[in-house]
């Protein structure tokens, strides 16, 4: 009998041994991710020609920037310019739209929407000014110190931050408009995905 009391003993005295010293239930804290989109548009699929063609004066190319930074990271990221390369043939003056994507996902500590939030306002907000992009929860413009002719819209859906930035040395060219119009754009393919 003593034996049988001195094994069960043992075995719950080493469960809860066990339990005290086996900390992941608390290593992996309950992150709220229900509003992270698990995927959008990035990169060069962000947008087609006919939406950008109206920003770029003359023919337009395109070039694929940054891609994914790996399956180490916990974001996706994607870039892409547009451009007026022959400007100086076309007699027109240059421009170009550069987007840089950013879909965040949650990691241990925090939800995609809340290290989107971070990206904002780490590296952007600061130095800018809200402006109104429909169906954006954040939408943040920054203006170029030197230049009047190119800005940054910055607008964030969720977990999905877009970077915008629009140059157009065409005399009385909106930049602000576009870029805006742009990130409008933006927000409107992913929203409606949402």
């Not at 043939?89 to 949650?106: D, G, L, N």
């Not at 971070?118 to 800018?128: F, I, N, P, S």
């Not at 954006?136 to 970077?163: C, G, M, T």
Request: glycine residues 8%.
């Amino acid at each position: 009998m003593l034996v049988i009391v001195l094994v069960l003993g043992l075995g719950v005295g080493g469960y809860f041994v066990y339990r005290g010293l086996d900390d992941s239930a608390k290593a992996k804290p309950v992150v709220d991710s229900s509003q992270d989109l698990e995927k959008a548009p990035i990169g060069c699929a962000m947008f087609d020609e006919a939406e950008v063609a109206p920003y770029i004066p003359g023919r337009m190319d395109y070039e694929v920037g940054s891609a994914n930074p790996g399956p180490g990271e916990s974001y996706d990221q994607g870039q892409c310019a547009w451009n007026n390369p022959d400007f100086t043939k076309q007699k027109v003056r240059p421009a170009h739209v550069i987007v840089t994507s950013y879909v965040y996902h949650a990691n241990l500590k925090m939800s995609g929407v809340d290290r989107a939030k971070e990206h904002l306002d780490r590296r952007v907000r600061t130095r800018a000014v809200a402006v109104n992009v429909e169906d954006a929860d954040d939408a943040l413009l920054v203006e170029q110190k030197k230049v009047d002719w190119s800005v940054e819209v910055v607008v964030r859906y969720h977990n999905v931050v877009y970077s915008i930035v629009y140059s157009n040395q065409t005399e009385g060219a909106n930049v602000k408009g576009g870029a805006t119009a742009l990130a409008t754009i933006a927000i409107g393919k992913v929203a409606k995905d949402d």
